[in-house]
């Protein structure tokens, strides 16, 4: 393989600055970022979801099914962008994260798991199952942004 | 099920905005702000990828799987956030996105198809296979970075 023309491909596709930050700790301002990334798109596809549970949009199983299926993934990635590093960043996060990590980290394991439950569910199709997972996903969500995020 | 709960907690995982945003078209800022987050997701998990494969930082099959894994469902993501509707806010896009449609499609589908390659070959574990796909996909990155982003 060309090196040269991945190193330059990755130049054009990231920017320099990406590129560069791979190669040492990820600055805090950067995985601030990150996280806030995750949870936007943690939003994007859930809202449907939510929305179908409660009745306000009418309920689609392919589309259950895939935003289940990337939630699957996205729910596992904000979490290291909770780095000590972070804490002084300006955003929504609570000094809690740091000072009660164990309730913090508690409270992603829920999340994960109940979303691995909506996706199992949605893989099925039954959409009483699914808007029931909706439910405790809803509810996972809650459980962080209650006591670790900055009240609006 | 309780919807009253299921609203509730919506409502304080999400914040009011988000949570009546689902129920209408997306707002284009949304759109962007919800492209963007994939795009910054996509460079976290593939750097490491496409630093791997220029020999920077050390072969992680695990690593290399698991990014991948997460490419497969971020590189679906960004696309619908291209809505026509968003041509007039401010962002690196191009016009040539909703001028040249067609090439545009073109681009997002040979990443998305180069990216399950790539978790193909994370799958396999195979290292040279991993690094020559993690160069597909870099490739696949300019492609629309070259055309359809403003240049820095």
Redesign the interface.
């Known amino acids: 393989?060309?090196?040269k023309?991945?190193?330059a491909?990755?130049a054009?596709?990231?920017?320099a600055g990406?590129?560069s930050?791979?190669?040492a700790q990820a600055k805090p301002e950067v995985l601030v970022?990150?996280r806030?990334?995750?949870m936007?798109?943690q939003?994007?596809y859930?809202?449907?979801l939510?929305?179908m549970?409660?009745?306000?949009?009418p309920f689609d199983a392919k589309i259950a099914a895939r935003n289940a299926?990337?939630l699957?993934?996205?729910s596992?990635?904000p979490w290291d962008g909770f780095d000590a590093s972070t804490s002084g960043v300006k955003s929504e996060a609570l000094p809690a994260i740091w000072k009660d990590s164990a309730k913090f980290k508690s409270a992603q394991d829920l999340l994960v798991s109940n979303v691995a439950k909506l996706a199992d569910a949605a893989k099925g199709g039954d959409e009483a199952a699914i808007?029931?997972a909706?439910?405790a996903v809803?509810?996972a969500?809650?459980g962080c942004?209650?006591n670790f995020r900055e009240k609006?």
């Open positions: 393989m060309n090196t023309i991945l190193a491909s990755l054009l596709a990231l920017g990406a590129a930050s791979v190669l970022k990150q806030q990334a995750a936007t798109l939003g994007k859930f809202g449907p939510a929305a549970a409660q009745g306000k949009i299926g990337f699957s993934a996205l596992q990635m808007k029931t909706s439910a809803g509810k969500c809650g942004h209650d609006k």
